[in-house]
């Protein structure tokens, strides 16, 4: 199990994480979202919740709930800037279609429960 970040998503986060003292890390999940199922959230972790998998990457950790997990496991974040626009983008092998916009996505993940 793993979720990884690029350089530039770890400089984003990092300066994020600076900003904030009462930052742990980032978390990272799913929730329902869309017309395809799913939509990434991503946030400043303030704090540990029971059952959360923690990940470290480059001193960064990464706190994912146990509901997300399945969805997000093995997931690269990266954070890409387009001229005035800059966003995360995720590179998740679970993803098995999604919405014409781009903004939710499914898995088979529900299928193998």
């Known amino acids: ?35 395809s199922g799913w939509g990434y959230k991503v946030e400043v972790a303030r704090n540990a919740c029971e059952g959360d998998m923690v990940f470290e990457d480059a001193g960064i950790r990464i706190y994912v709930d146990a509901a997300s997990l399945s969805q997000v496991d093995g997931t690269c974040i990266d954070f890409v800037q387009q001229g005035l626009n800059s966003q995360f983008t995720f590179d998740n092998p679970n993803v098995t279609g999604g919405c014409g916009c781009g903004s939710s996505f499914t898995t088979d993940v529900e299928k193998m429960a």
């Open 1 to 35: 199990m793993s979720i990884s970040l690029t350089n530039a998503a770890r400089t984003r986060v990092q300066g994020y994480l600076e900003l904030d003292p009462t930052a742990l890390g980032l978390r990272f999940g799913v929730s329902r979202s869309g017309c």
